[in-house]
């Protein structure tokens, strides 16, 4: 008879064997404590590196809603208000345009504010090709690594605002597009802290929590347990190692400058657990108080209207609304899933997958790295399994 830790097993090796994935790290928690672990595969096919509990992952989406939780943070001591105009930390995005459907340019109706931000509203895309403002943006994020690599790297304040240039998709709070909105807040958190942002993260939030493999470096002693990333090669049928270096963030080394608030940090699945079970605790983990538990409450809340979730389109979105840069479980049949209403959590690129349920008080992670996975198969099948074990 299979066993509910048998069945999570087969998952992840069916996935290993079959080629579509290189290794994973797999942990469930209930109220505090272990049900499951595993780790399987590997880390660097080509070097012969083992995947094992403590390995260094990109988290690439997954830095979001850690983002989220430094802005927070500053709004509840009083550093920023949610509804502040983003131009009063960073003047450039005074007087956006926008790029109507027609091709024509106009002025913004008003500013985006923190709140457009932190909910995806504000009209910032990503280096998408759908949309004219989307091939401009992967034209300036092209020129900023030519720069990088010809040794005149752009801080995280100068990326913000070389993107305030760009035409945004449409007006502040009118849409919904998931872009690059995390990053300017990492921008007003340097400004509202007066620290860089890395180090604003690492005082108030990883330090607290015990996260000691994660940040926006890998330090060379800590390189070997840094996994490699990999992607589908339909000409080859198989995973290869991936080379380029998107947002400038391949290198993860010492002279990074830029840190990015939407796709920078490494980190390991068992600190990002201290961060998950912070946030299903109410913000605090082990002693240590992150954010108060009516924020946290507030930052799991979907923040959309019926117009703005008229945007949000993605299956892995079905039957979920959107709070403070984390998906949040409203309808569970609409998603096909036994979660409870409320579950919330996200995704990264690279495949790295966190769920978080306040009414089971259990959290799952599913760390993986192979480009443009989000949201996999085996992160809804682990998923359905991990509920099933629940008394």
């Known amino acids: ?77 009083g ?38 931000l932190l909910t995806m509203t504000s009209g910032l895309t990503y280096g998408d090709e759908d949309c004219e403002p989307g091939r401009k943006m992967g034209a300036l994020f092209w020129q900023l690594e030519q720069e990088q690599k010809a040794g005149r790297p752009t801080d995280t304040l100068g990326y913000c605002r070389k993107i305030a240039e760009i035409p945004l998709c449409f ?113 605090c983990w082990n002693s240590a108080r992150i954010l108060g538990r009516k924020t946290v409450e507030f930052m799991r809340r979907n923040h959309l209207n019926k117009t703005q979730r008229g945007f949000c389109d993605w299956d892995s979105m079905k039957g979920y609304g959107y709070g403070c840069l984390v998906r949040v479980l409203e309808n569970p049949g609409e998603w096909g899933s036994n979660a409870s209403v409320g579950e919330f959590g996200w995704d990264g690129w690279t495949g790295n997958y966190v769920t978080m349920d306040p009414t089971e008080d259990m959290t799952l992670l599913y760390f993986i790295q192979r480009c443009g996975a989000g949201t996999t198969a085996e992160a809804r099948k682990l998923r359905m399994t991990a509920y099933a074990t629940l008394t």
């Open 1 to 77: 008879m299979f066993t509910y830790k048998k069945i999570m097993d087969n998952i992840v090796n069916e996935a290993i064997s079959e080629g579509r994935i290189m290794g994973a790290n797999v942990l469930l928690m209930q109220h505090g404590k272990e049900l499951y672990s595993s780790s399987q595969g590997y880390a660097d096919r080509e070097a012969g590196i083992i995947m094992t509990r403590d390995t260094i992952f990109r988290m690439f989406s997954m830095t979001k809603p850690i983002t989220a939780v430094a802005v927070l943070i500053l709004a509840e001591r």
């Open 79 to 116: 550093k920023l208000d949610l509804w502040d105009n983003v131009s009063k930390y960073i003047p450039e995005f005074a007087n956006m345009q926008v790029m109507e459907e027609d091709g024509s340019i106009r002025e913004a109706k008003r500013e985006i504010q923190i709140m457009d």
């Open 171 to 283: 007006h502040p709070g009118e849409g919904w597009r998931y872009g690059l909105s995390a990053d300017i807040l990492g921008g007003i958190v340097e400004v509202a802290s007066g620290m860089r942002f890395g180090k604003f993260l690492e005082k108030e939030i990883f330090a607290p929590l015990g996260m000691q493999d994660t940040g926006f470096v890998v330090p060379k002693e800590k390189r070997k347990r840094f996994a490699a990333n990999y992607e589908w090669k339909e000409e080859m049928n198989r995973l290869e190692k991936f080379t380029e270096n998107p947002l400038g963030l391949e290198g993860y080394g010492e002279g990074l400058v830029f840190e990015s608030g939407g796709a920078g940090l490494v980190s390991t699945i068992d600190d990002y657990s201290h961060f998950a079970n912070m946030l299903l605790r109410g913000g």
